[in-house]
């Protein structure tokens, strides 16, 4: 039987808000690859289990957030750990990435984004993601790959630390493979 039907607070039209969905224990993750109408830059949405109902906790969203990112195409979630798609990201050619985020001082915070070196124009990084502690495998469907267009790849990030905050809510940044935290 159905316990619940989630929706965002701010939903709207084409929001496609269910692209990706993903579930620890008593919090889940919900992408919206294209949440805010005007610019379909994407969102991804946390609920929690509380007092016997589910309630939207949070909206995530990047710091560099651009029109049609398509961020929350994939998303992946593990205790403290979220990792959020975004494959038509415009930072480095359309390469796409994936942002991490970590539940610090009681609320969901970006310590990560997450990129390789060889991205090109249309790969996709982030169009999958899973995530364990502090790994993540990231699928890029259409990269270009031992000489065959489009074979795609996935590469593993391991990040060298949790992030570490101050009681000021303020986090030091650490130096990770593949993505500096925060």
Known sequence: FQMAKLSPQDGEATYRFGTSVAIHETTV????????????????????HVDGTWQQT???????????????????????????GSPAERSRDHSGSVYTFSLLNGRWQQTAKLTVADGEPGDALGYSVAIDGLTVLAGAIDDDTEG??????????EM???????????????????????
């Not at 710091?63 to 403290?80: P, T």
């Not at 940044?173 to 993505?179: A, Q, T």
């Open 29 to 48: 993750v919900i992408g919206a690859q294209n949440s805010e109408t005007a610019s379909r830059s994407g969102a991804a949405y946390i609920f929690d």
């Open 58 to 84: 949070a909206k995530l969203a990047p710091n560099d957030l651009n029109a049609r990112d398509g961020f929350g195409q994939s998303v992946s979630i593990d205790g403290a750990h979220i990792a959020v």
């Open 148 to 157: 065959h267009r489009g074979a795609g790849s996935a590469s593993i990030f």
């Open 160 to 182: 060298e630390s949790e992030p570490v905050c101050l009681g000021n809510g303020a986090c030091l940044c650490v130096e990770g493979v593949g993505g500096a935290l925060c």
